[in-house]
């Protein structure tokens, strides 16, 4: 940061002190107005004295220190040769500007500068006069120091708190905003995670099932894969329909029932044994979990989709075999999908990967652990643990 060597440009409020106390000075001093001089030295340095503290009044924000030091010597000055009212409150001015204006310091040591000067002069003319109107003295540097200097301080501790205040509300609408970018960027990657886990099987039943009638030319082949193709895209133009009209409700409600279960599993293996019929894939659901209360929503509706979205990778990339879907309890939900490991050349479907990202997602934000890899029974193995009870969860 370059080091400023000169006082930037007086302001239009110090332009306006300088030129109107000038003007009234010299007022003043055509007509006479003036005290006796405390010195034997000619009354013209008066007006000296006068520009001099107009000059410093220039000064008095963009260098209350210099502007405060210049004005006391043409004070001095302005007493010897004959005080004039202008110069006494002009230099009121600089004393006021210098505790608003000034550095910390400043600020907190000019008040009790003039308060001490105040009284040194108050004791000094008491000595030196030896009657009661020297305590004039003192009530005069009072109004001409301690004055503007108190003054200065209450504007600038209002000034300040008035600056804290507003630092404060822009922190706060700074959190604020930021709280709302993370929500609506936690509510999209829901979002995202819904549509995906959807869509996605459906939309791999029918590039598979479409391959296959393309590449197999059997009448009757061709009409079953047609029929399973009809079947996923009624039922995700159904579930699209559905997610769109969440998405255009005001109060974000799509109605009773929205988030599946994992009683609707039966239905998610009939739909993969559908889609994985022409593949050699067979299906088995075990579930070992010993009657209770039913599971927390969040919990049921992450278990349904990570099911959701292992049978339809093992439709996109298993091998001929039996594919099985565990679930064990009590304690942590457990869900393992275990598909069989083979040599196969290629995805039968295209994939990038999303739905293992929305997998980890959805075990993270319930506090749970995600495995997923190859076995040593040639398998593929998808594991999740996923917290039951609200004080194993985050």
Known sequence: MPVRLLPRRPDRAAVLAALAGLLGGALLYALGLQSRPAAPVPQWLALTALTAMAGAELLRRSAPLAGLAIGTAALALDVCAGSLVANVGMFTDLVYAAVLYGPHTAY????????LVTVLGTLLAVALLREPSALLVGIALGFVLIVPAWTGVGVRVHRDAAQAAL????????????????????ERARMARELHDMVAGHLSAIAIHSTAALSIDESEASREALAVIRENSVQGLTEMRRLIDLLRREDGCAGPAVAPTLAALDVLLDQARAAGRDSGLAFEL?????????????????AYRIVQEALTNAVKHAAPGLVTVELTAPGPLTVKVTSPLGDIPAARAPGAGAGLVGMRERVALLGGQLATGPTDAACWEVRAELPVDEEESP
């Open 108 to 115: 907190r040591r000019i008040p009790r500068a003039t308060e």
């Open 167 to 186: 630092l404060a509300a822009e922190r706060t609408a700074l959190m604020a905003e930021l709280d709302r970018r993370e929500a609506v960027g936690a």
């Open 286 to 302: 075990r579930d070992g979990r010993p009657p209770a209360p039913p599971l927390p929503k969040p919990v049921e509706l992450a």
